[in-house]
Structure formats: structure tokens, C-alpha cells
């Protein structure tokens, strides 16, 4: 349990010390994120599994679910293919 706090905290020490600087390339934001998406998930998962506090349970379950989330919503979208582009484009041809 100590171990893990310890690498928790270096890893939100490492990831405030990044987030710190400025952030001026979206690729550079979008990687900062998903870390830090990842700490949050991680964390909880632990504080879920060690807690015997309920209202930390439901926190971590809170902070699970809505980490998630934020996880799919950062992918990115499907992108069209070709042939659908095609197809959708030639509509109104004839």
C-alpha cells in the first residue's frame, strides 16, 4: 500500500510539474490528458480497493465512472472513408 501511494504521488508531482509549463500543441495537451485521465482512474481503482470507508467507495466509483467517460469522449471520431465520402457525393449528380 505505501508503494503504491509512493508512485501515485511521484506520478502527480511529474504530471504537475509538466502541467505547469505551457501546453501550446494539441497533440502535447491531448497526451497530458489521457495521463493525466489515467492517474485519476488508477488512483480511484486503488482507493476503491483499499478503502473500507463507504463514502471514499463511492467517490472512487464516481471518479471511475466519470474518468471513463472522459476517456471515450477524448478519443477521436471515426473518420469518413472514402468510399462513403464517394457515394454520399455523387447523390446528386444525376
Not at 505505501?2 to 502535447?28: D, M, N, S, W
Not at 482512474?41 to 466509483?61: C, H, N, P, R, V
Request: hydrophobic content about 40%; proline content about 3%; aromatic content about 4%.
Amino acid at each position: 500500500m505505501r508503494y503504491a501511494l509512493t508512485i501515485i504521488a511521484a506520478t502527480v508531482i511529474a504530471c504537475g510539474t509538466a502541467g505547469a509549463q505551457e501546453i501550446t500543441k494539441p497533440a502535447e495537451f491531448a497526451k497530458m490528458a489521457a495521463i493525466s485521465n489515467i492517474l485519476e482512474i488508477k488512483s480511484s481503482e486503488l482507493a476503491l480497493k483499499q478503502s473500507s470507508d463507504e463514502a471514499t467507495k463511492k467517490f472512487a466509483e464516481h471518479m471511475i465512472a466519470d474518468h471513463t467517460k472522459a476517456g471515450q469522449e477524448m478519443m477521436p471520431q471515426p473518420r469518413r472513408t472514402r468510399s462513403v465520402f464517394l457515394k454520399n457525393s455523387t447523390k446528386n449528380i444525376n
